[in-house]
Each structure stands twice: as C-alpha cells, then as structure tokens.
C-alpha cells in the first residue's frame, strides 16, 4: 500500500472512495475522514456514524476493539487508540508459527461479538448497516453480483472457468434455498487484515466492523475466503484450528453451510480479478494461481463436485 510520511509522524493510507486513513504515531492515534467534507445527510457520513456506534456497541459488551473511540461533531472523521501490531494477513504471508493459536482467538471472539449481536437485536437493528449490497459475500448478493457474468461471452479461459463454477454454486443453492434467509446479525467485514494481533499481549483485536444482516456463515465464510486466497498451505494446514473451534462454539452452523459461503466470497473476490485479466494487469503466476482455484479448491469445497 502506497504511504505518504509527514514530518509530524503522520503515516496516510488512501482508500478507495472518498474516505482516509492516517495514524499519528506521536498521538497514538488512528483517524478515518473524508477527503472532500459533504453535507451531512451524506451516505458516507451516515456510515461513519453507523461505524462508531458499531465499535461502541462491541466495545461496551466486551469485545476486543480498539480504545479511546471519539467521533468528530459532524461525523466527518473516526479517532481511536493505535493498536500497536500487524494484521493477521500479514502474520499468514509471513506464516508465523503462532497462527493457531491466533486463529483460534479469532474464533472465540467472532462468536463472541455474533452472540452479543444476537442477544439485543433490537439495539443492533439500530446501528446495523442497511444496505445489504454492502455484504457482497453472502449468498443472496452472490446471484446479484455474479448473474450478469453468466451473461457475457467469455473471452479467455477464466471466465469460462468462472462461469461454469457460478453455475454450479447456483446448483447447490437451489438445494439448499435456505442460504439465501438472512436471519442473523453478523459482524460483516470479518477479514485477516481486520484482525491486529497486538505487539505487546498477543491478543486478537478486531476493526472495521460492517455490522448487518445476513447469515454467520458469511462471517465465516469471507474469513476462509481471505486466507486461502493469500496462502493455501496456510489454509490447509492451520485454518482447521479456526473451523474446529468455531463449530465446537456454534453448533447452529453446518460445516457444508460455511463452505458454501466461503465459495460465494472467493467467486466474488475473483470477479474483481477477472477485470485486471482483461486490462493485463495480471501476472502469470497469479493466472496459474486463479486457474487453481477455480478448477481445484472450489470443487473440493462443495464435497467434489466437479465444475
């Protein structure tokens, strides 16, 4: 990620859409804000203020996020405390030797946060983010984000490949329709890299929560997602410990149910990937890679099936 240092400790991280992260490591401080201020009925200040309430609410029944959560009067900037750490992306890229431990904790405090969610369900609709495009990731917007891909005639092996998987997904949801019942409140955009493991203890604190309507599995299912796009031997071999744990904690979850979620983020993820295939903004080894995700893991997802 391009950075821009300042003199005063300033270190910026441009995001996409009209919002920015700096961390004043002087103040100890993270902040989000806005590059251009709108009014303030805008839909970006609108979700600012629904991020702070969300951190809030975590924060009050015992989750682990980050200190000192202020918001600005007119909602145009987010300050908490910095969590001194890395992401566990980063601890999976580097494949640190404590990743079960840190992917069991990150199983304990997913069911936490969703069984604090579901306990007061009224005060979560409150603060929950409305806009269910927003979980791109879960089943019911899997058919409105791919169904235009079974549209297009392909142009490369990819999309062939991609089209055939999307098919086949639509397939098993037609078996299992249940999926697309969104009757839980989830934390939303659980993910490795919004997931600190803190320097000093080496517990798991959570960010950027996208609390809303959908289904624990998707939880589960973008978390999975994410850390078999960034390492498959990660995955394979010290994923389990986070899937074990899980469903010891939340029996209501099949495991057939979070593979299927974890196919529907991966074939949205790749989605975005196809378009850099398109412009050349691919490198070969990430065709090889995408090729083997398509015709190897997610056939091994849904029990087998081959696409």
Sequence with gaps: MNTDRRNNGEKIFPTPGNTIVFVDRKLGVISKKFHKPNNKDTADKIRNKSHYEQLCYLKKNGINVPNDIRILGDYSQINYRYVKGNTLEYHIKKRNPRLREWFSGASHILTQAQNKLADNQRMVQKIAVNDESLNY????????YTVKWLQQESVN????????????????LQKNNYYLQNVDYIY?????????????????????????????????????SRVLLADIDVYRNEFMYFIRTYMKLNQTVTKKELEFMTVCDILNHISRKLILVKKGGVQIHEKVYLSKVLNEYIPQLLNGEKI
Excluded: W, Y
């Excluded at 997931?195 to 939880?219: F, G, H, Q, W, Y």
């Design 137 to 144: 990731h879960n089943a019911r917007n899997f058919l409105d």
């Design 188 to 224: 939303g955009d659980f993910k490795p890299d919004n997931i600190i493991i803190e320097s000093t203890t080496n517990n798991v604190v959570l960010i950027d929560p996208l609390i809303s309507k959908a289904r624990m599995s998707c939880d589960v299912g973008k978390f999975a």
């Design 157 to 172: 092996e990819f999309e062939n490949d991609f089209q055939k998987a999307i098919l086949l997904t639509k397939k098993i």
